[in-house]
């Protein structure tokens, strides 16, 4: 064979070949690498576990002022929403018919003193005749049943005047306790007392301290029994520890007070255990009847944390993805706490040496391997 043909016979056969390999490489699968998630180890940190709840804010005392006797209102000795403190004259009430039976009442007493004076002596002196057989029992008898009826009398003599006094007292409608007093519901002139009830002359609010109604349920109950109980405490241990309180319009909790009544019984109808916070309000930035949000600090205990984008939810409940020692994404079911920033505290499914996925989330599919990037601390993206 000439030179030239066995050149060009030769570059055919390599050419042949190399696209005979080229086919048979473009039909082999070439498996795609993992996708790349960012883990983290869950955070270890001492949190402050609070009991949080709804509740609303009441007087600790709040009395509708009465008119006790009757009469014609004679003078108000306030202004419509004043505060007023104890012992301060509110209404009064025209006290001079009272004036004249407390009198009449007195001179009862001093009448009665004089009767049975003299019906003490008469039996004293019978009482002597009668040792010296001089009287007849008779009249021993009848001086000591005078004596006895004297008494009576002044002791009857003694009430009345007693509740004289007291009427008269009722003249002068005071404040019972430092409050606000609401606007007055009567008039100078006007008749008051006279009905079959007592006839409101206007209501007085205390509202420094004021209190914090709230309910536990009884999952909550159960488990803070659970925690006394671990610690050798009883519910009476409860009453004087920190309650804090935020109302709807404010982020945080600035308002403090204490703890000061737990219901012996839970409320079989609701399943709840009524609580009760009193807290100091001198600036009355609280009324009664507001909506506020009450939680109750526990003492600072060892959790562990996660992003709270790195919790997810299904049927299930609440989980986390983790990847385990093999790079394989598993599903863990968890019971989530309360939010430390961006950080959820998780109360159980976690240990602290498994690697949470913190970023790349929507790339982690349980079960499939994946490229782990590890993060130095739990961290949202």
Known sequence: MAPAAFVRATLVVIVFASTAAGCGQSNQYSAPPPPKVAVALPVEQDVTNYFEATGNTAAVNSVDLVARVQGFVQAIGYKDGDFVKKGTSLFTIEPEPYKLKLESAQASVTSAQATLTQDQAEYQRQADLVKRQVATQTNYDKALADRDTAQANLQTAQANEKQAEIDLGYTNVTAPFDGVVSARQVSIGEYVGGGTTPT??????????????????????????????????TTADLIGIPVEVGLQTESNYPHEGKLDYVAPTVNPSTGTLAGRASLPNGDESLLPGYFVRVRVPSKPQPALLVPDTAIGSDQSGRYVLVVNENNVVEQRTVDPGQLVGDLRVIEKGLSKNDRVVVGGIMRAIPGQKVDVEQRAAAATN
Not at 212 to 227: G, K, P, T, Y
Request: aromatic share 6%; glycine share 2%; charged share 25%.
């Open 200 to 233: 409101v002359l206007a209501t007085i609010v205390q509202l420094d301290p004021i209190y914090v109604n709230f309910n536990a349920s009884e999952r909550d109950v159960l488990r803070v029994r659970a925690n006394l109980a671990r610690t050798g405490r």
